[in-house]
């Protein structure tokens, strides 16, 4: 069974940083895409990052550019996105996707095939 699981969220500063990481686990991990998602109280689930299956390729949406880098390690089964210069309006639950069709960057969150748990970040001011 396929298991995604996030962990590496928590309450920062303004200003501060965080690493999130997901473990993946029941699926040939290489061969799918991975993003991350992000969630507000009140707010639709809205794209984040994304990296294809060999990590050489990447996308952001354009809040996080230059704040954000998403990547990945094949040989261990996880992605990383490192969050630096936080904001207050980053909080919310972040989650990681897998998804198996390739050749673009999809940010509809109904295209992925997979979803971990989430795992909350909350920026103060």
């Known amino acids: 069974q396929v298991q995604l699981v996030e962990s590496g969220g928590g309450l920062v500063q303004a200003g501060g940083s965080l690493r999130l990481s997901c473990a993946a686990s029941?699926?040939?991990?290489?061969?799918?895409?991975i993003s991350w998602f992000r969630q507000a109280p009140g707010k639709e689930r809205e794209f984040v990052a994304a990296v294809t299956r060999n990590g050489g390729s990447t996308y952001y949406e354009d809040s996080v550019k230059g704040r954000f880098t998403i990547s990945r390690e094949n040989a261990k089964n996880a992605v990383y996105l490192q969050m630096n210069r936080l904001k207050p309006e980053d909080t919310a639950v972040y989650y990681c996707?897998?998804?198996?069709?390739?050749?673009?960057?999809?940010?509809?969150?109904?295209?992925?095939?997979?979803w971990g748990q989430g795992t909350q970040v909350t920026v103060s001011s």
């Open positions: 029941g699926l040939t991990f290489s061969s799918y895409g």
């Open positions: 996707a897998a998804i198996s069709r390739s050749g673009y960057f999809y940010t509809d969150p109904d295209k992925y095939d997979y």
